[in-house]
Nanobody, 120 residues
Framework: QVQVVESGGGLVQPGGSLRLSCVAS????????MGWYCQVPGQQREPVAV???????NYANSVKGRFTASRNSAKNILYLQMRYLKPEDKAVYYC??????????????WGQGTQVTVSS
């Protein structure tokens, strides 16, 4: 019933840009939090940008000033505008959509991820 799908990854040169999109769908459910996370092989998955209803986006220190997260709340679409990309940004980027399935109980739905490669 709930599906999270990312798109927009690819290969770019250092200093280039990419725009990632995440679409979360599901009937009779709202997602109060949506976020982007990245993972490098052999390392933990880490938050990149997380948006919660009623709050400003939270960014990882490594991407502040370069990445911008935004959301189309009506359609449950999350974007990540990535600029001035660096080789160290190379990772699989995952989207997570979180809903409160009942009072006090939250559940996060993960997408399959999209690969971002920064290389020249």
């Amino acid at each position: 019933q709930v599906q999270v799908v990312e798109s927009g990854g690819g290969l770019v040169q250092p200093g280039g840009s990419l725009r990632l999109s995440c679409v979360a769908s599901g009937s009779a459910v709202s997602f109060h939090t949506m976020g982007w996370y990245c993972q490098v092989p052999g390392q933990q998955r880490e938050p990149v940008a997380v948006l919660t209803s009623g709050a400003s986006p939270n960014y990882a220190n490594s991407v502040k000033g370069r990445f911008t997260a935004s959301r189309n709340s009506a359609k449950n679409i999350l974007y990540l505008q990535m600029r001035y990309l660096k080789p160290e940004d190379k990772a699989v980027y995952y989207c997570k959509a979180v809903s409160m399935i009942r009072t006090g109980v939250h559940y996060g739905y993960w997408g399959q991820g999209t690969q971002v490669t920064v290389s020249s």
